[in-house]
């Protein structure tokens, strides 16, 4: 029977290469997405079909996401894997000039609003012993210039992997970082973030893309995509990973 994903963050960057890739490994999946922008979502209705059902909305809305498992549920029945990849990085700023209500903002779409989505989807995530993949990244362990906000919350994020894991013995769940992306929170860092940044870490995100050494977006993807169709290897639940891992081999391009 065909596998039911839902994916958040679809309408450009990994997400959209997520839905790509999973139709392109496994033409009858069925997909939900979610995003703000309508119009990406719309080509990928046109491209997709029957096979893609999507949401316009903010993940930080809790109406939406609910609307986006019960749509599911009701035209499909259950949902496989839930794939968490809509993600921020701003504010990039210094702690002693912390914006907490900037923190707060950000914390809504890269953590809150994924314990939302977990609650929301859990009754039948569980039914089919289904699977959480959180998109995270190498700033949840490492520091760069004044990401203060965004490495905690991928920091915290790792954490609820480890809690769903081990709360949730129906599911499996997984953080996986992602490496460095070609996408437009690359662009954002290069050319707006970055000056808030250090001079050094700046050059090194600019140097990456001149040098031609950012992923292609497929290549997470593709571990993304093969872990929500397969599922999660038993021997790595709970923890956080990074996409190129050994333990990841058969899930890479
Ligand atoms: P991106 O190109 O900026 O895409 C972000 C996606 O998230 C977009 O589809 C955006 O859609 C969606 N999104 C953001 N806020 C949202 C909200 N409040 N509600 C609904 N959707 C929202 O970024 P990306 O590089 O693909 O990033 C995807 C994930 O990878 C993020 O979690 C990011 O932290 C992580 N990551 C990226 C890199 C990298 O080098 N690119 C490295 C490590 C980790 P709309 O704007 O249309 O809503």
């Keep these: 029977m065909a596998k039911v994903i839902i994916v958040t963050g679809v309408s450009r960057g990994i997400g959209r290469s997520i839905v790509e890739t999973i139709f392109k490994l496994s033409p009858e999946t069925v997909v939900y997405g979610i995003a703000r922008s309508e119009a990406p979502l719309q ?3 046109a491209a997709y079909g029957d096979n893609f059902h999507y949401v316009v909305g903010d993940i930080t809305d809790a109406s939406k996401l609910e609307q986006l498992t019960q749509t599911a549920i009701s035209q499909h029945g259950k949902i496989d894997s839930v794939v968490a990849n809509a993600g921020v990085l701003e504010p990039v700023e210094k702690i002693h ?5 900037a923190w707060k903002k950000l914390y809504d779409i890269n953590l ?3 314990v939302s989505l977990i609650k929301v989807t ?23 210039s004044n990401w203060g906000a ?12 480890l809690t769903v894991a081990n709360e949730e013995k129906s599911v499996k769940c997984l953080a996986v970082a ?3 992306v ?10 707006n973030v970055g000056a808030n940044m250090s001079k050094e870490h700046h050059e090194m995100f600019k140097d990456l893309k001149a040098s031609n050494k950012l992923l292609d977006s497929n290549v997470p993807a593709t571990v993304y995509s093969k872990l929500a169709l397969n599922g999660i290897p038993e021997a790595i639940n709970g923890t956080y990973i990074s996409y190129d891992a050994p333990e990841l081999r058969d899930y890479q391009i």
């Design 182 to 191: 070609d996408t437009s929170m690359q662009v954002n860092i290069r050319e």
């Design 112 to 114: 809150f609003s994924i």
């Design 43 to 45: 080509e990928l209705k």
């Design 178 to 180: 992602p490496g460095i």
């Design 150 to 161: 965004y490495g905690s919350s991928k920091a915290a994020l790792n954490h609820l992997a």
């Design 122 to 144: 859990l009754p039948y995530v569980s039914k089919t012993n289904g699977n959480y993949v959180f998109v995270s990244s190498d700033a949840s362990t490492m520091y760069f």
């Design 97 to 101: 000039n912390a914006d907490i209500d």
